[in-house]
């Protein structure tokens, strides 16, 4: 058996102590995807630990303290002192990037930050992995939950900025101080990471331009909804001339476009590159399991160097007879007591309709139902036996219905 | 220097081709990204070379040739000599996937198929790795463009399956044989590898139940339009029980459904598992470039090995005034003249007006405005102005607006 991984944690907030948590839970299957078991070492909060000691005796470091001061020192000292670093604070990156980056590569140590950007969504791997040598034209995307939950909120119910900020700071979608969510300040950081890395050159948080949302008029949201349009706080990093633009602001978008659709606490980010032609990516935007996850993710990344061969485990059972929701349209002779037997046949199979709506007369007469969820095999029964039923002009048929409902 | 990487290329179709023309175009930046250089070694195609020797004097095998034999051979003899392998191969690795990873596992070798699945998404990436340790708990999603874009085109026409098919076959989405795309089983090869990849148990292509969309009716789909829901093929690997389901079968998806408004030739993915909530990815299914594009995006992390701290170029300039098209909101005295002074102002600063809305009267009255694009600092410079008219109740309010449209 290999020695474990021992991770250094700096910090141990909501993200720190969430990360702690899914180490323990998940050291199984990371050690049997990469050979070795990741242990938390020292732990460094507030009132207790020796940042120092904690750094030299770890193998891999993960800071989640937050804040450029001490967080650069001790990040500095770990890469240097040769050891691997995970992180998820933007403003370290933002505003100290060239220094860390600098250190890293003469070290030639990897310094990880998925978590650092965009929540779960793995845009900072897939833009320097997957499309690392594709020439990128352009990123953009909402990079801000706390934002994209205000203005979502703000087009349903029509309300007043001031007091759907209340409300978000009521479900824990904003921060006490809200400011630098909504004056756009945490989106140009995040910008800054992501332009940095898709064009390869140096961006400083002082060279992105940002507006936020505070000015934004419930009657601009109302105009918009008529002209078919729903606002978003948007980062946008692209090549311009032979240079590029980084810049946060809020922007209307046409419906169509693949970003119209994020609502509430999301994120999503758009890569375009002429050999990928776009890609769009979307998920929650932050939250304590979901960011120690995406550290996690990184963490495992280091541990496995190379990409692994997938584990294989134990076989698992092919369930084949699944719960599913139908749609089933069946034409019919229009006489009486047509639906009365559909009906019967459905009832005596266990499955429940939830709508029926009858259509056409005489030649064109038919039933188009839905049926609530069951399984599978009930269904089928059940059309097995109404496609037997003397008043059917034409074989039954059935498609599957999806209703789970998303922010 | 060091010496460059030589690529033994088998197969030389479109996706080959596009594959070499991206080499030539991107080996400048691949260098510079993991400090070698790639080259095409020996190409195997039909009429032309040795596979036995371009695979020997290789350092890593792209194997684009399709199909499983001798595919399957070339593969296992390259792997078998440690030579890494990228493929695009699902059909390989969906019949013969444990075969493969058993001899890449014992070999200590990698074996990359990224563009196997889901065209230029980097679904198996983030699968493997961003997701490497958190478990997953479902894996769906719109894997085959071809019958997305023909269910895309049937909602929107209202034409029949027959003519349909036949338009996207002479736009090239559709295959002359388009058996394997229309029946399912192309999208349950795909999650096959997908299942495998998200629950670390081997799934054989036979295990996969799969309907196609044949059988739509024209009628079903505007039944469906009523109801606000859409019809997709779907993919879905997932937990159930002590075990799991694969399958493939074409669905309808409420209005909201994160998949509801993917359309045309584009694959969607959604990955769900507790410590992320759920991600969705989606892209372009198909097509020459992008599938090289994926390849490329395999040789540059074997190339890589670790993940590289990323590069920096030269630094590019911060271009700050871009084109933009805006939404302007004033409020205005009500009285004649005033539309014409705007414009006029508007004019002067060469921005032009794309639409106005008068609305409200006496003290309500209000000019809402949508701009075509034009430089931000000419829109910035009639704004100016235009708040010093003695007309305006309040100042104005300007907010940009995104019109390109997608799919």
């Given at each position: 058996m290999s020695e474990p991984i021992r991770i250094g944690l700096l910090g141990r907030g909501t993200v720190g102590a969430a990360f702690a948590d899914l180490v323990e839970q998940r050291a199984d299957a990371v050690e049997e995807a990469t050979g070795r078991r990741p242990e938390i070492g020292g732990v460094l909060t507030r009132s207790d630990g020796h940042a120092e000691q904690i750094i030299e005796s770890s193998d891999l470091v993960v800071e989640l303290m937050g804040g450029t001061d001490p967080a650069r020192d001790y990040v500095l000292e770990a890469l240097r002192g040769g050891k691997p670093v995970v992180t998820a604070n933007k403003q370290l990156l933002a505003q100290h990037g060239d220094e860390l980056f600098d250190v890293a590569r003469d070290a030639g140590v990897q310094l990880r930050f998925e978590a650092a950007v965009a929540g779960v969504i793995p845009v900072i791997r897939v833009i320097q992995e997957?499309?690392?040598?594709a020439e990128i034209e352009k990123v953009f995307g909402i990079v801000n939950g706390t934002t994209n939950f205000i203005l979502s909120e703000m087009a349903a119910s029509g309300a007043a900025y001031d007091d759907v900020l209340t409300r978000a700071q009521e479900l824990g979608y904003?921060?006490?101080?809200?400011t630098e969510d909504v004056n756009g300040a945490d989106a140009a950081a995040k910008m800054a990471i992501l332009a940095r890395l898709a064009f390869h050159t140096p961006v400083s948080l002082e060279e992105v331009d940002y507006d936020g949302?505070?000015?934004?008029?419930p009657d601009d949201l109302a105009y918009a909804k008529e002209l078919g349009l729903s606002l978003k706080l948007l980062g946008v990093a692209e090549r311009r001339d032979s240079g590029i633009s980084v810049r946060v602001f809020p922007c209307f978008l046409y419906r169509?476009?693949?970003?119209?659709?994020?609502?509430?606490?999301f994120n999503a980010v758009m890569v375009e590159a002429p050999a990928i032609t776009e890609v769009t990516m979307s998920g929650p935007g932050a939250g304590g399991v979901e960011t120690a996850s995406a550290v996690l993710g990184d963490v495992v990344s280091i541990i496995a160097g190379d990409a692994p061969v997938h584990r294989v485990g134990e076989r698992l059972e092919i369930v084949r007879d699944v719960p599913s929701a139908f749609y089933l349209h069946l034409e019919v002779a229009d006489r009486p007591g047509v639906l009365a037997d559909v009906a019967g046949v459905l009832g005596r199979n266990e499955v429940s309709v939830k709508s029926v709506n009858q259509r056409g007369l005489g030649n064109d007469a038919r039933l188009v139902m839905v049926m609530h969820e069951c399984l599978e095999s009930h269904f089928r029964a059940a059309v097995e036996e109404i496609s037997?039923?003397?008043?059917?002009r034409s074989p039954p048929r059935s498609i599957r219905v999806i209703e789970e409902e998303f922010v």
């Open positions: 997957s499309f690392g040598a904003a921060e006490a101080d809200p949302i505070e000015t934004v008029q169509g476009h693949p970003l119209a659709p994020i609502e509430g606490p037997t039923l003397d008043f059917l």
